[in-house]
């Protein structure tokens, strides 16, 4: 299956000019194309939410599938507020943080103070001297061996499965997003203040419509499904086999964008909810390409259709890729470097 897939071109050889006129085309935000992922969107998610309050009526067991199908809706409510916090969902700016802003609040997610983040990850994702801010907690293998023992209990901890994908996006969109960032300016604070006074008071209107039990319920269930899908999502984009990582020295955009971001091939249906931000590689590429032009601008020219694609299952295979290898220049598992560790762990007690 892999001698079928064609590999990229080395980027080095992809004139920046080139990819920036070809991309220039797709940069153009349509307003009947945002207003309508608007209404396919929310319109359902609303429907839901109608049906989950009429669902309790008849059983919590009729509820909780609608809550899990409401968030996967709401993933795709989140590829709207990311756009608009790129500025690439609507032609006016105005209109970006008015839509982002409401979608920040069905997210939980704080407009400005995200938008402050991501976009230092987008100028430094795959720089290994720029980790830290908007990624996945991320390892060389020198620092693994060099780490104490707690804080290779914490990396594992924080890279398992269970707490990656079910703790963790609790604790980001329910708990951590509540608290603005110390090097954060005061705009972005005041973002996360005044995001959390609305979903205070959204919070406590649906609570008079739906109870304080039933409310939690649904929007709970929602958050978790949209949460986990969500970083599973972000988690694949970046930490794949073939992945590139350099040092600052090192690093290219065009390679980081075209290497360091996977094209997550998905199935039709789980493409449309994911708001095709399978295409990475583009979005990283030129993030002014609004989420519904990014599969037309990977059919446009070879340099992008000739990305290697993750695929549904080969994708799974990113629960075993842990640390970054320098020497290897790609990520391995704990398995591979036991022989390493246990030569650490002598070195150590000795």
């Not at 000739?306 to 994708?315: G, Q």
């Amino acid at each position: 299956m892999e001698n079928e897939l064609r590999s990229l071109p080395s980027p080095a050889r992809v004139d920046t000019g080139e990819w920036k006129r070809i991309v220039a085309e797709f940069q153009k935000p349509s307003t009947g194309r945002a207003v309508w992922q608007i209404v396919n969107t929310l319109g359902p998610y609303g429907l839901l939410w109608y049906l989950a309050y009429l669902s309790m009526a008849v059983s919590w067991w009729l509820t909780v599938p609608l809550a899990m199908l409401a968030g996967a809706f709401l993933v795709r409510v989140f590829i709207i507020f990311h756009d608009c916090g790129h500025g690439s969902f609507f032609k006016s700016g105005r209109a970006n943080d008015l839509v982002g802003f409401i979608a920040g609040v069905l997210t939980f997610t704080p407009y400005y103070h995200w938008r402050w983040e991501h976009s230092i990850h987008h100028a430094s994702a795959g720089d290994l001297n720029k980790r830290g801010i908007g990624d996945v907690w991320t390892m060389t293998v020198q620092e693994y061996l060099e780490s104490s023992r707690w804080k290779r209990f914490a990396y594992q901890l924080a890279r398992n499965p269970g707490v990656l994908f079910i703790i963790g996006p609790f604790v980001l969109f329910v708990i951590q997003q509540r608290f603005p960032s110390a090097q954060a300016n005061p705009r972005e604070r005041r973002s996360v203040h005044w995001m959390n006074l609305t979903i205070l008071g959204m919070a406590a209107a649906l609570s008079l419509i739906y109870g304080l039990a039933g409310y939690l319920l649904i929007q709970m269930t929602a958050l978790a499904v949209a949460g986990g899908a969500g970083v599973w999502l972000f988690y694949v984009q970046h930490q794949f086999e073939g992945v590139y990582w350099e040092r600052s020295e090192e690093w290219d955009y065009t390679t980081a964008a075209l290497q360091g971001s996977s094209f997550y091939k998905l199935p039709k249906v789980l493409q449309w909810f994911s708001g095709n931000i399978g295409f990475h590689h583009i979005h990283h590429l030129s993030s002014r390409i609004p989420n519904y032009n990014l599969e037309r601008c990977h059919r446009s020219h070879p340099m992008f259709r000739d990305v290697k694609p993750v695929t549904l299952i080969s994708s799974l295979k990113s629960f075993t890729l842990r640390l970054w290898d320098e020497r290897l220049k790609k990520l391995v598992g704990y398995r591979d470097i036991r022989g390493l560790q246990r030569k650490q762990n002598r070195s150590d007690r000795s």
